[in-house]
């Protein structure tokens, strides 16, 4: 069986109805688990006091807002050469899943950010180059709004898709661009001398999985209710003739 079998509506709303419940009660049980684990179970940080625990919502939702790009990227990518609409549909629903873990992430960094820096916000190139993704969200969203004929609209803004992508690297690397900036380095890193201590990371991985779950599950959720819209929008035109 081929993947792009469930590029078909049809088989797609089959398969993610299927799938849904598994992702979404998977999702909750990793999230509760780890946040319970860090928030209640960890000790307090010599240097950073209980803030340190906001990286059991800042570093899961910070990632997310990025790769959710480089989702966006693939499925606009596959749209523009195999015009499959639920790879269109699907970087549409994306989005303001996106868009909502930018908030969180800048938030949640801004109330990091305080006690650490002494501010809420700097213009340190991470900071500055998330809330430029924040505004590429925005962009995107109102592209999609802004033009009736939704082929064309799938074309334009997956070419937006594109060109955010580029900006989400940005966003990933730019404490290794710039050598300057107030922000950290990244938290979980393949050496072990890098990441956070064991204490802490055991259950930020837990967040972690949990918020990947639940950006599938959210994903599948929006992307179902894309095609539902579209076949509703279709069948007006019909009926409008």
Do not use: C
Not at 173 to 191: E, T
């Amino acid at each position: 069986m081929s993947i792009w079998e469930f590029a078909n509506p049809v088989r797609f709303m089959r398969l993610s109805g299927k799938v849904l419940p598994y992702f979404s009660v998977s999702a909750v049980l990793l999230i509760a688990t780890g946040l319970i684990w860090g928030f209640f179970f960890t000790p307090e940080a010599d240097q950073f006091g209980s803030t340190v625990k906001i990286i059991y919502i800042h570093v899961p939702t910070a990632m997310l807002a990025i790769n959710a790009w480089v989702m966006m990227f693939v499925a606009s990518l596959i749209w523009l050469i195999r015009r499959h609409h639920v790879s269109a549909l699907a970087a549409k629903a994306a989005a303001p899943i996106g868009m909502v873990m930018t908030v969180i992430a800048i938030l949640t960094g801004a109330i990091w950010g305080q006690p650490m820096w002494g501010t809420y916000w700097a213009w340190d190139p991470r900071l500055t180059s998330f809330l430029v993704l924040f505004i590429f969200y925005l962009g995107y969203m109102a592209l999609w709004t802004a033009i009736e004929e939704e082929d064309k609209a799938a074309d334009l803004t997956s070419v937006l898709a594109m060109v955010g992508s580029v900006f989400a690297i940005l966003s990933r690397y730019a404490v290794n661009f710039w050598n300057q900036g107030l922000h950290q380095g990244a938290s979980l890193s393949l050496d072990k001398e890098d990441h956070v201590s064991d204490v802490y990371y055991q259950p930020l991985l837990l967040a972690i999985g949990g918020f990947v779950l639940l950006f599938i599950a959210l994903l599948l959720l929006r992307t179902r209710t894309e095609i539902r819209n579209r076949r509703i929008r279709a069948l007006q035109q019909r009926e409008a003739r």
